[in-house]
């Protein structure tokens, strides 16, 4: 089941000359399914003042920054109401990933965990989930604050943030806990 | 930009029989992107005690039913350190709805809101983002409590939840809120 894959994908990525999607010691790759099995539409796109992975902050509550999402003009009326919301779900495409790896070295903890475990951009898909503090909507644009992604990134989903089901103050995730933090 | 489209997908739901595609009054649906833009693969599938939508609970948090999630054993080593988590985020696929609404009435609220005030199942991408308490993990099976989907939904994505960036106890819906809650 482990072992690197030799995809299409990859054999272009490998063209590129990208090393984003290189192994690190330990990480482990399975071969991906032979097909999709649903797909997608990018519904507008994220504006950050963030360029570079390298500029990022490391999670989404370290920057002040407003952001803006710029929702495709045909979805607008869809934003009918959402300005009663203070907070949001905001879901984005990270697809500058692989999406075959199993077990991680994230460059920031050192050590090997699992996909499932981890919120790194790599996974079978790179969905993301971030909560935003929404500030205003002005026709098919939202100015946020809250997230640490790349300028650019594909929009999939916004949708309002309910406390009572989507919060729980007192979750622990154990191994980053005792990491200190 | 309104109006309902006459897309090919539609016209095999009305060829079906299905009625769950039917606008109601005061609905609006706009035409779909001529493409899709990525692509996704089912992980695994949900297990819950539900057949039907009507025996779904209204939310998340009124069952305390245990679900399984099945994860395909492809990525099973994907869990490796997520049972020190005590709760996860569910991604799941809703694909039993249209797409193309802009501005719906859901049936127990019985008002005109958009798509994105909502977490209504019918929108552009029918991603379902659920927070469930993790009671085990065997194998490549978890179970979990705090989910309301259909029995064998197609899952998506788990990440393990971090109260630091995922909860806020004060968040409001406005809207929402103005009902009683």
Not at 71 to 93: C, F, N, Q, S
Not at 107 to 136: C, D, K, M, Q, W
Not at 164 to 177: I, Q
């Amino acid at each position: 089941m482990a072992g690197e894959t030799g995809s299409k994908e990859q054999a272009e990525t490998a063209a590129r000359g990208d090393d984003f999607r290189k192994l690190r010691e330990g990480e482990v790759a399975v071969e991906l399914p032979p097909q999709f099995d649903a797909a997608l539409y990018f519904i507008g796109r994220i504006r950050t003042p963030w360029q570079s992975r390298e500029q990022c902050p490391k999670n989404p509550r370290e920057s002040e920054a407003i952001c803006m999402v710029e929702l495709d003009p045909r979805w607008a009326d869809g934003l009918k109401g959402l300005e009663t919301a203070t907070h949001v779900l905001l879901l984005y495409w990270m697809d500058r990933s692989r999406r075959d790896l199993v077990l991680q070295v994230p460059r920031h903890y050192g050590e090997r965990r699992g996909t499932f475990a981890l919120r790194s951009p790599a996974r079978p898909n790179p969905i993301a989930v971030s909560v935003a503090r929404l500030i205003r909507i002005e026709g098919h644009v939202l100015d946020v604050i809250g997230l640490d992604c790349l300028d650019d990134t594909p929009l999939l989903d916004i949708k309002p943030y309910f406390a009572s089901t989507d919060s729980v103050p007192d979750a622990v995730v154990g191994w980053h806990a005792r990491r200190g933090g």
